[in-house]
């Protein structure tokens, strides 16, 4: 079965290094996602990326957050300089069509654990 | 701001018994809602939806009901496997007036008892 697949599984970094957290979607779907769980919290979004575009963001995702899509098959999330509230489980997600279609649930990814100390 | 709320952190049931998650929504844009089940170490997977013009769907052991004029809906397990403990998110969208982007919960923890 097609699955999103995130790298890299946990990933720990000095307070203002760049991070960049890869994701591969499933090959047929056009909608891509960001999320974030910081421990104990919801799942908040960040962003969503459609036609090599963003198409939505929240404001979670300032100036220091960027994706990008360079291959056409991996979608990044770069963190430019990391702060200690980033620590965050990431959660890369893709659709084939919006939520409210018949086929439009989300597929997540495992997440990439980030630590920023 | 909590669009969504699932005010039960966790929930302990006896295998065979019936499971109910309860989610609350605030936003009346919203017309279509969404339950993910989450297995540690593993992403949230969907599980079951619902749009607006409905009050209930089926698959299976799952059900879920809508009440828009209380702005909730519940996640029903009947009857209740250990294989159903995980975490299960509620999650919302709207067709209109701004974001199709699912907005999630923070999530209930079912713990289900052989």
């Known amino acids: 079965e097609p699955e999103v697949t995130q790298t890299p599984s946990h990933q720990v970094t000095q307070m203002g290094q760049e991070v960049i957290l890869r994701c591969v979607p499933i090959s047929n779907h056009l909608y891509f996602y960001w999320y974030r769980q910081i421990l104990g919290q919801k799942v908040e979004f960040l962003v969503s990326f459609y036609n090599n575009e963003i198409s939505e963001k929240s404001e979670i995702f300032d100036d220091q957050f960027s994706v990008e899509r360079p291959d056409g098959s991996n979608f990044t999330l770069k963190i430019r300089s990391t702060k200690l509230e980033d620590s965050a489980m990431y959660f890369c997600?893709?659709?084939?069509?919006?939520?409210?279609?018949?086929?439009?649930?989300?597929?997540f990814g495992e997440g990439s654990r980030l630590t920023v100390l | 701001d909590q669009q969504v709320k699932q005010n039960s952190p966790s929930l302990s049931v006896q295998e065979g018994r019936i499971s109910i998650l309860n989610c609350d929504y605030t936003?009346?844009?919203?017309?279509?809602f969404l339950w993910y089940k989450k297995y540690p170490a593993e992403g949230p997977t969907f599980l079951i939806s619902?749009?607006?013009?409905?009050d209930k769907n089926e698959d299976g052991r799952f059900t879920v009901f809508l009440n828009k004029s209380a702005k909730h809906l519940s996640l029903h397990i009947v009857p209740s496997q250990p294989g159903d403990s995980a975490v299960y998110f509620c999650?919302?969208?709207?067709?209109?007036?701004?974001?199709?982007?699912?907005?999630f919960g923070r999530g209930t923890s079912l713990i289900v008892h052989p």
């Open positions: 619902i749009s607006s013009i409905k």
């Open positions: 999650a919302a969208s709207a067709s209109s007036g701004g974001s199709y982007i699912p907005t």
């Open positions: 997600a893709s659709s084939e069509a919006l939520a409210q279609t018949g086929d439009g649930e989300l597929f």
């Open positions: 936003n009346s844009m919203f017309d279509y």
